[in-house]
Structure formats: C-alpha cells, structure tokens
C-alpha cells in the first residue's frame, strides 16, 4: 500500500519529561521497518516483554491488513474487488466490512468530501503517473470522471450479511486515506493482546496511544509545520488513549502554467482544493478515524470544517497560509473538542 496521496505529515517525536511509571523503571521495546508504503514505529513499554515475539506479531499483523486494503497488491481484497465486473453481492470478510463502515460514516457526515471511490478522479488529475507536461483536465473529462465517483450511489455495503456490491462494474475502492490508520489500530490491538498497555504505533505519521510514556506521562506529539523545504514543528499536544493523524497539501502537489495544483481532490467538485487551509490534524477514539477525519476536514478547509467539528464535537486543529502576511506565515485555529483534549 502506498504513503496515501492525502498523506499525515505528523512529526511523531515523542518527548521524555519528568514523572515515572509506577514507580519503577520499564522495559522499552522499540520496534520500526517498512510497511504500507512508508514506515512504522512502535514503542512499547512493560515488563518482561520479548522483542522478537512482538516484532513477529506486529509485522504478521501488517501483512495480513495489507492482503485485505493494499490497493498495490492485485491478490488483496480490496484489489480483486476493485478488478471484478459481477454487480452481484460478494462475501467480504469483516475487517475490510468495518473499514468500509467506518469511511461511509465519515463520506455521509463530511457530505461526500470523503471517499473511496476517489480513483478516476486521482487518475485524471495525474496523482498516478502524470507527467509534467500533461495539461490540466477539462471541464468534460472532470465531468466524466465524476460519473464514476461517489461511494454511497456505488457501493452498498450490508454489514449484517457481511456482503458488499457495486452499482457499476467498473467502481473500484481505494482505502488510501483509511487503511493506514486501521492498520495502526489492529497493530494496537495484537500489543494488546500480549498485555501491553504502555505504548505508541505509528505509520507514516498516523498513530495511536496507550498509557504513558516512560517518564510516566501523557505521550506528547510533534504536529508537523507545513513547509514542504524543512521539518519543523508547529505544535506540541499531549496524547493518550487516542488516534492521531494528520493531512497536508505542500509535498504532493504540481504546477502547470504558473498555478499550483494539490493533490487533495474535493470528490464533490472534482477538482484540488483551493482553500487556504494546509494542514488538518486530527485526534480521534482511534488511528483510523483520525486518518479519514483528516482527509475529510483537509477537503473541507478551516471553515467549513470548523462548523462540522463543532457539530460533531470532533477534535481538529487547522493550519492556514496567511497569504497577506506572506509565503511562509500561517494562522492556526482549533475545534472546542481539540482544545479540550490537548489543554490548549
């Protein structure tokens, strides 16, 4: 699976401070390697932990979340449901049916900005192999596009028979903006199942926490500063017993005739975003409704997000370029829910 498109660009750094842990000091078990198409880190903290048994579980984990949402591995789930032409119902297995509940949730509440249905669209923009000299989509081709995108009139999934189908033979799922964070999710849960209770995973800047650090306090994590040249960090926010993720648009982008074009593609209106907001963080009751919230609000942009997040009491902070002010300044803003959370 690849670093998604609509990628978390969080700094996940993770800060010791005073304290300790119940009074004595933790094994640390610190586990890292390549998956998804980036990178994962996993910091767990016990007594009596075996590094090797939990390296083995982890990556077992990883590789059996990526033969059922890898959208790169023709043989996984979510491939050979894509390639198929049968409209018919087929039996999905119950991890890819709570992944595809969860991001019709997001799709319905984000009104539509959310979606994985997104292909044709990523295609046309040249999010897959476009080259510079491509010109920008017309107003047909956008059109054309959109016909064959929209996850509630494509897909209808049935939870309770455990089937999904499609509505068009041709629709095709890309959990790009999801997978990453249920992957860090099932990774939390196989640590618990060895009883540990004290961790952090992350995958390519989504992560959950557990517990507390090794200092005995809230894990705290780096919110990346959007400036595509270096990596700064924006903001600190104690974390615990909760998902984050976080969604930008300055290193995926391209330029054609002097304007620059992101690669956050609005599924309503078929075409990249214009907004001002840059990056969207999100902290969640887990990694994977992080992942789609942040891809969700990102396509929105401070506005209309901030409206949706207090409705939803979700917890969002935005970053915006400060265009009058100049290329490099930004203004940032937070939902109720956020600052409550994080004690900003």
């Not at 995108?149 to 903006?177: C, F």
């Not at 961790?199 to 926490?209: A, H, K, N, P, S």
């Not at 982008?253 to 075409?271: N, T």
């Not at 214009?274 to 506005?303: E, F, P, Y």
Request: a negative charge; aromatic letters at 6%; glycine letters at 10%.
């Amino acid at each position: 699976m690849p670093r998604k498109s609509l990628i978390a660009l969080l700094l996940s750094a993770v800060l010791a401070v005073s304290g300790c842990w119940f009074g004595s000091e933790p094994q640390e078990v610190r586990l890292s390697g390549e998956t998804m198409g980036t990178t994962y880190s996993v910091i767990a903290l016990g007594n009596d932990l075996d590094p090797d048994v939990l390296k083995k579980t982890v990556e077992g984990t990883l590789a059996a979340v990526n033969a059922k949402m890898s959208n790169w591995d023709p043989a996984s789930e979510v491939s050979t449901f894509s390639a198929a032409r049968s409209t018919a119902p087929v039996r999905i297995s119950p991890e890819f049916a709570h992944v595809l509940a969860a991001a019709g949730d997001v799709h319905d509440k984000s009104g539509g900005k959310f979606d994985v249905t997104l292909g044709p669209l990523i295609e046309l923009w040249g999010f897959g192999p476009r080259k510079p000299q491509d010109p920008v989509p017309t107003d047909d081709a956008i059109a054309v596009a959109l016909e064959g995108v929209g996850q509630s009139r494509l897909l209808v999934l049935d939870a309770a028979a455990g089937t999904l189908k499609k509505t068009a033979p041709e629709t095709g799922i890309n959990l790009s903006a999801i997978a990453k964070g249920y992957g860090v999710d099932a990774v939390a849960t196989a640590l618990h199942g060895f009883g540990v209770e004290h961790y952090m995973v992350e995958i390519g800047g989504d992560l959950v926490t557990k517990g507390e650090n090794a200092k005995g306090e809230a894990w705290r994590i780096g919110i990346e500063k959007p400036d595509s040249a270096a990596q700064t960090v924006q903001l600190i926010v104690p974390v615990s017993n909760h998902g984050l993720a976080t969604s930008g648009d300055y290193r995926n982008y391209f330029e054609f005739e002097g304007r620059r074009y992101s690669h956050i593609l609005d599924p309503v209106a078929g075409r990249p975003v214009t907004h001002a907001t840059t990056s969207v963080t999100v902290i969640a009751q887990n990694a994977m409704l992080a992942d789609a919230w942040a891809t969700a609000m990102l396509v929105l942009g401070r506005k209309d997000g901030l409206t949706l997040a207090e409705q939803h009491k979700l917890a969002v902070f935005f970053i915006e370029r400060d265009v009058q002010a100049g290329e490099d300044a930004y203004m940032t803003s937070a939902s109720s829910a956020f600052d409550a959370l994080t004690g900003n």
